[in-house]
């Protein structure tokens, strides 16, 4: 059974930096696209970046394409999100998905979500 497991969620000040990291069972995340999803509560779901298959490809949101750094780590079979200068409207929960056509189009399959809390 295929399963995603976000980690790295906390508590930050804001200006602070977060790292998430994406793991998964049952595959390895080195064959698919893997996207970071944010919601807030009372928002809606929002893509805040996407890594294709083979890295070609590393896209993000607006309000965080300066801030944010995507990065796939072979050796641990992880897709990473590197959080910096936060704020407090980053506050969300975060969640990873796997497109397994490869290209941060259609994902189906979905971890749990860490809660990242930007506060002081």
């Known amino acids: 059974q295929l399963r995603l497991v976000e980690s790295g969620g906390g508590l930050v000040q804001p200006g602070g930096s977060l790292r998430l990291s994406c793991g998964a069972s049952g595959f390895p995340l080195d064959y698919y696209a893997i996207g970071w999803f944010r919601q807030a509560p009372g928002k809606e779901r929002e893509r805040v970046s996407c890594i294709t298959i083979h890295d070609t490809i590393k896209n993000y949101a607006e309000s965080t394409k300066d801030r944010f750094t995507i990065h796939r780590d072979k050796a641990n079979d992880t897709v990473d999100l590197q959080m910096n200068s936060l704020k407090p409207e980053d506050t969300a929960v975060y969640y990873c998905?796997?497109?397994?056509?490869?290209?941060?189009?259609?994902?189906?399959?979905w971890g749990q979500g860490t809660q990242v809390t930007v506060s002081s």
């Open positions: 998905a796997v497109d397994r056509l490869g290209y941060c189009d259609e994902f189906d399959y």
